[in-house]
């Protein structure tokens, strides 16, 4: 299901990029840097839900696999693809969802990730997210300057 949320996060990223391509060519809506920025907003909250949903389900499955059946504690994530040394004295794991983290945590209290990729999606997702809050507000701003130009031209 993660997948599929973030295979249709970024589907949708692709659509509205598509719209943005679109104010290139002829026959365009006017007023049309208005629709260019809606346009964009919209790709980047795309964009921005579907690397926040690879991380968030990759958090979900890693919290979700912690103490299912033997050999689960502690997380698999945590132990899985780390050196002996590593994960010597490993006493459990702290998740987070905002930002998004899976931490490990050894009995004397150094911390380690069990994945480096949330970085990048935490990085990633906030940037988005600020690009479409941005373009947003400038596509208000640019509906704003328009209507009082109208006003002070009658």
Do not use: K
């Not at 010597?88 to 380690?112: A, I, K, N």
């Amino acid at each position: 299901m993660g997948f599929g949320v973030s295979i249709a996060c970024a589907v949708g990223a692709l659509v509205a990029g598509a719209g943005v391509v679109a104010m290139a060519f002829p026959g365009r809506p006017e007023p049309w840097p208005v629709h260019l920025l809606r346009r964009a907003a919209v790709t980047a909250a795309w964009g921005a839900a579907a690397v926040y949903s690879l991380g968030l389900f990759a958090v979900l499955m890693s919290e979700q696999e912690f103490g299912d059946g033997a050999n689960s504690i502690p997380a698999p994530v945590c132990r899985d693809g780390f050196a002996p040394a590593t994960i010597q004295g490993l006493s459990h794991h702290r998740s987070s969802y905002l930002p998004l983290r899976f931490d490990c945590v050894r009995e004397d209290g150094s911390v380690y990730s069990s994945d480096p990729d949330y970085g990048w999606m935490n990085g990633a997702s906030a940037s988005l997210a600020l690009a479409a809050a941005l373009f947003a507000i400038g596509a208000g701003y640019a509906t704003e300057l328009r209507a009082r130009r109208a006003d002070a031209a009658s």
